[in-house]
């Protein structure tokens, strides 16, 4: 019997969950190192942890590492249909975290699990999407005087909390992870360029080559998304509703242009946007018979499916994450994982190497909320550069690249103005 509480599908599973969650290891060299420190350091002692993450063979590394340094901690699920089941129960079984995290759970049980790890009184806590924060505030203010800080995965959450310090509602010291070049350069970029690939083609087992793939959002996931597309020999067509960014979409050789046009001639659709109805129900009628709609962004939102269910004449799944819907007009759509992020849902989401410094920015976020405790203002911080960077040297050494240094002669150039030509 397990020494924990716990909410999981199978506990049988845990043999492979472990495997899985090994595995990811060998790719995690920098949160090893960290581990490592923490074990012998113990920053996080005394300090109750809850988070909220997609409930991956990454995450169990971050929850082990911030274990070590010991923290009390707890996990649930930040989408309902993410959660990688056995690596749940491993969690559970072999390592004695408490977790809550069922794939496919109701979002009666998303709320159930999230609030069994509120129900641990965390001094920190750590979202994907902003939801532990949000339930704190909306829920369970008495809780908020407990906690030192929330660290935010995600650029959707990161807009969330933003809005919430515009609107004066935030009562925590907030760091973004998110915002770290460590995070956002690589996870969004490469780690969604690919999984979110990886998801589609898991799904549906289509060729890319030839198809038009229409990309909603053009920030760093749609950068990563739009340059593996392409390269898989697919023709771009980038939807963005900044002119920068649009223009740099032209720049990169992709076609840009309104989702109204973009909706008649796409073979797929993927959503990266971090907002809502960014294809509506209006655009989805314009669409080709047989389009494909799918999207990697935090919600499901980005996509107005429930107007696409009402409107329907007849839906049924026809794979594994693709469900068929037939509108009045005969025309055939297919939504791929329920609308949601695809790469989580259909693939295993981001490679454990791109978490490595995602979770190491976590980690390091724990530690610093830990030694900055009472000091923090009620805002949302960047991780110190410092950090950033020190978490981007780990990560060249481990992949055995040189790092450069400038001379003398060279930093007194760059600090002086003098010299001219
Ligand atoms: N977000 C995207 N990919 C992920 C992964 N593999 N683990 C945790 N969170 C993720």
């Known amino acids: 019997m397990p020494n924990v509480l716990y909410d999981v599908k199978d506990l049988a599973l845990a043999k492979q969950g472990k495997l899985r969650i090994e595995w990811a290891k060998t790719s995690m060299p920098v949160l090893q190192l960290l581990q490592k420190r923490f074990e012998k350091e113990k920053p996080l002692k005394g300090l109750t942890l809850a988070a909220c993450l997609h409930v991956t063979d990454s995450t169990a590394n971050l929850m082990i590492a911030l274990k070590a340094g010991g923290a009390k901690v707890s996990l649930c699920a930040s989408n309902p249909l993410s959660t990688q089941d056995d690596v749940a129960a491993s969690l559970v079984k072999d390592f004695d975290i408490p977790t809550y995290a069922i794939k496919g759970e109701d979002t009666k049980t998303y709320y159930k699990h999230m609030n069994a790890v509120l129900d641990t009184h965390p001094n920190i806590t750590m979202d994907d999407g902003a939801d532990l924060v949000s339930l704190l505030h909306k829920e369970r203010k008495g809780q908020l005087k407990e906690l030192i800080g929330s660290s935010e995965e995600t650029t959707t959450g990161v807009i969330r909390l933003k809005a919430m310090q515009k609107d004066g509602a935030l009562k925590i010291p907030v760091l973004a992870v998110n915002d770290s070049d460590t995070k956002h350069l690589f996870d969004n970029r490469y780690g969604t360029g690919q999984s979110t690939l990886d998801g589609i083609i898991r799904a549906t087992n289509i060729l890319l080559a030839g198809k038009i793939i229409v990309i909603s959002g053009?920030?760093?996931?749609?950068?990563?998304?739009?340059?593996?597309?392409?390269?898989?020999?697919?023709?771009?067509?980038?939807?963005?509703?900044?002119?920068?960014?649009?223009?740099e979409a032209v720049m990169d050789g992709f076609q840009v242009m309104k989702i109204q046009d973009a909706a008649k001639i796409g073979d797929l659709f993927v959503t990266v946007t971090g907002n809502k109805h960014v294809i509506s129900?209006?655009?989805?009628?314009?669409?080709?018979?047989?389009?494909?709609?799918?999207?990697?962004?935090?919600?499901?939102?980005?996509?107005?499916?429930?107007?696409?269910?009402?409107?329907?004449?007849?839906?049924?799944?026809?794979?594994?994450?693709?469900?068929?819907?037939?509108?009045?007009?005969?025309?055939?759509?297919?939504?791929?994982?329920?609308?949601?992020?695809?790469?989580?849902?259909?693939?295993?989401?981001?490679?454990?190497?791109?978490?490595?410094?995602?979770?190491?920015?976590?980690?390091?976020?724990?530690?610093?909320?830990?030694?900055n405790k009472g000091k923090l203002n009620v805002q949302v911080y960047r991780i110190p550069e410092d950090m950033d960077k020190e978490i981007a040297r780990l990560k060249l050494k481990a992949v055995g690249a040189g790092l450069d240094v400038l001379t003398k002669e060279q930093k007194n150039y760059l600090s002086s103005w003098q010299e001219g030509t």
């Not at 340059?227 to 920068?244: L, Q, Y």
């Not at 410094?357 to 980690?363: D, H, I, K």
Request: aromatic share 8%; hydrophobic share 50%; net charge positive.
């Open 218 to 247: 053009y920030g760093w996931c749609g950068h990563g998304l739009a340059m593996r597309a392409s390269g898989m020999g697919a023709k771009v067509v980038v939807v963005e509703v900044d002119p920068v960014r649009a223009l």
């Open 281 to 371: 129900f209006k655009n989805m009628q314009r669409m080709k018979d047989g389009a494909m709609i799918s999207n990697s962004g935090h919600f499901n939102v980005e996509l107005e499916l429930d107007a696409l269910e009402k409107a329907a004449k007849s839906r049924r799944v026809v794979r594994n994450f693709v469900e068929e819907f037939t509108l009045k007009n005969g025309k055939k759509l297919f939504v791929l994982g329920e609308g949601r992020l695809i790469n989580l849902v259909a693939a295993e989401g981001h490679p454990a190497e791109v978490m490595d410094m995602s979770f190491a920015n976590q980690a390091l976020a724990a530690e610093f909320f830990a030694k």
